[in-house]
């Protein structure tokens, strides 16, 4: 069985419902599937992996994040969009000191879990 990829870059990794999500983004937003051949997943752990292999749901976690993926990702600093906003109940101002500037490239590679250090 394979799994629908989601608006934040993951392929769904969990149901809510009868609707597939990401339990990382909490994203429900089905998105086409991405173009992967040719590039590459990478675990934590520095396993590399065809990403081709997600199309057959070998690749836990998978997360797209190539061009367009991560777009509400700072290229200076990695943090979300959201970290560089004034936000109403967080003690007053943005966690960055800059203005936030979007990651249209997105990385070269992608990125999943193995099982590397368990599954509990």
């Not at 069985?1 to 089905?30: K, W, Y």
């Not at 992967?36 to 590399?48: H, P, Q, T």
């Not at 749901?57 to 700072?74: I, Q, Y």
């Amino acid at each position: 069985m394979t799994h629908p990829f989601l608006a934040c870059g993951c392929q769904a990794n969990a149901r809510r419902g009868d609707t597939p999500s990401c339990v990382v983004h909490d994203c429900i937003e089905v998105a086409p599937v991405p173009a992967l051949a040719g590039r590459i997943s990478r675990c934590g752990c520095g396993e590399e992996r065809p990403s081709t292999e997600a199309l057959d749901g070998k690749l836990a976690f998978f997360e797209f994040r190539g061009r367009g993926a991560v777009d509400h990702v700072c290229r200076i600093c990695r943090y979300y969009e959201i970290a560089h906003r004034h936000v109403e109940g967080r003690r007053g101002k943005a966690i960055t000191d800059h203005a936030f500037e979007g990651m249209t490239e997105g990385y070269e590679t992608d990125r999943h879990y193995c099982g590397h250090a368990g599954w509990d």
